[in-house]
């Protein structure tokens, strides 16, 4: 696990968490939605935005909302192989299943339609009978499906 990484995520960490949104991994390159200006982050912004209106800072905003972005596997998966990439999306369904009993959200969203199966999984593990949906990944030519999946599931979240 990055210390870096999960340091920052932590700084973002809502005390009671209202929606979970789950990606695959914070990318090799150390920026990820919580550190720098990624794609996740400006079309999330641009999702919730359109939705409820701007904040005047985004993640504080995303915060309060109870909403909280963690990843199914605590290290970076985006320069691996596919077989591998599904090896540890496998191997890291324990580890999201204890945070997600640890979280206790009232709905978790998976950011990335392929790792939904791991998702549901882990959510089922812990014991978990929130809500669970999936959105298409804003990248690679995804944006405006990631766009309108958002636009009908946001005002569904739970939220502050």
């Not at 912004?45 to 359109?50: C, L, M």
């Not at 504080?60 to 999306?89: H, I, M, Q």
Request: hydrophobic fraction near 45%; aromatic fraction near 12%.
């Amino acid at each position: 696990m990055d210390g870096r990484v999960e340091a920052v995520r932590a700084r973002y960490r809502p005390e009671r968490i209202t929606t979970l949104f789950v990606g695959e991994s914070a990318p090799h390159s150390g920026k990820f939605f919580y550190i720098g200006d990624t794609a996740m982050l400006r079309y999330m912004r641009r999702a919730v935005e359109r939705a409820l209106g701007e904040g005047d800072d985004f993640l504080e905003t995303f915060k309060a909302y109870g909403w909280y972005l963690d990843d199914l596997v605590l290290t970076p998966v985006n320069k691996l192989a596919k077989s591998e990439r599904k090896a540890k999306c496998l191997g890291a369904r324990n580890s999201l299943a204890d945070r997600i009993a640890e979280y206790k959200p009232e709905a978790i969203v998976s950011v990335l339609l392929f790792i939904k199966p791991f998702v549901d999984e882990a959510a089922r593990i812990a014991g978990s009978d929130a809500p669970r949906y999936a959105v298409p990944f804003p990248g690679m030519g995804q944006q405006a499906r990631f766009q309108a999946a958002m636009a009908s599931l946001i005002p569904k979240l739970p939220r502050f």
